[in-house]
């Protein structure tokens, strides 16, 4: 008889310990095997056009926000021209790994048609021609952008764009060296910092 309750008293143990197993191991499975970060922040998109001014022109692409070393991003809009927008992202460690920082946004432009990867070259291109004076004549600045670096598809319209902004740039006196450099605003809100301010001391 005593052997009886002896094998019921283990079965019902090795059954316990059976389920309270089952019940652990997924928990265990599922933490990730290090901390996953995630970065959030936001980034300044500029409308490319030819109008655009070279505040916009530098400023697009500017990511900042709390985990970044600026923390927070121009005074909007750089002027009464000025079509730049910002767009919040979230990205966890491994996706920044694979380079998505990079691509946030697709770029808005007035070339109809334009690729996104072409818009980013072009936005690089102006980014550096125009960082040095401004070549008296169109066809020199067009061939500082190097358009023959783009879809054979795009160059017609590429040129139109390109010999508008010359006029453009001409026409606003930005030549010299740097022509008007990117305005980098230190009177920006603080919307984006932390509670500085220390709470008001009662006596
Ligand atoms: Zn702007």
Redesign the pocket.
Same mark, same amino acid.
């Given at each position: 008889m005593n052997q009886i309750w002896i094998v019921v008293v283990v079965m019902a143990a090795l059954l316990i310990f059976t389920r309270l197993r089952a019940r652990r191991r997924p928990e265990r499975e599922q933490r990730p095997p290090g901390a996953t970060l995630r970065i959030q922040g936001y980034q300044?998109s500029?409308?490319v056009h030819p109008h655009?001014?070279q505040? +916009?022109l530098y400023?697009?692409g500017m990511q900042f926000g709390k985990g970044f070393r600026r923390k927070v991003g121009?005074a909007?809009?750089?002027?009464a021209?000025?079509? +730049?927008e910002v767009t919040p992202f979230s990205f966890t460690s491994s996706e920044v790994f694979n380079g998505a920082l990079r691509s946030v946004s697709a770029i808005r432009s007035s070339i109809a048609g334009l690729p996104a990867a072409q818009a980013a070259q072009l936005v690089q291109r102006l980014k550096a021609v125009e960082a040095r004076p401004l070549p008296d004549d169109a066809p020199a600045y067009i061939a500082a952008v190097e358009p023959q670096a783009f879809a054979a598809q795009m160059r017609a319209a590429l040129e139109d764009f390109l010999r508008e902004r010359h006029r453009f740039l001409r026409r606003r006196g930005a030549s010299g060296p740097q022509g008007e450099p990117p305005r980098l605003p230190d009177n920006a809100s603080g919307e984006l910092a932390g509670p500085g301010a220390e709470p008001a001391k009662t006596t």
């Open positions: 300044v500029a409308y655009m001014s505040a +916009c400023d697009h121009p909007l809009p750089h002027d021209g000025c079509q +730049c």
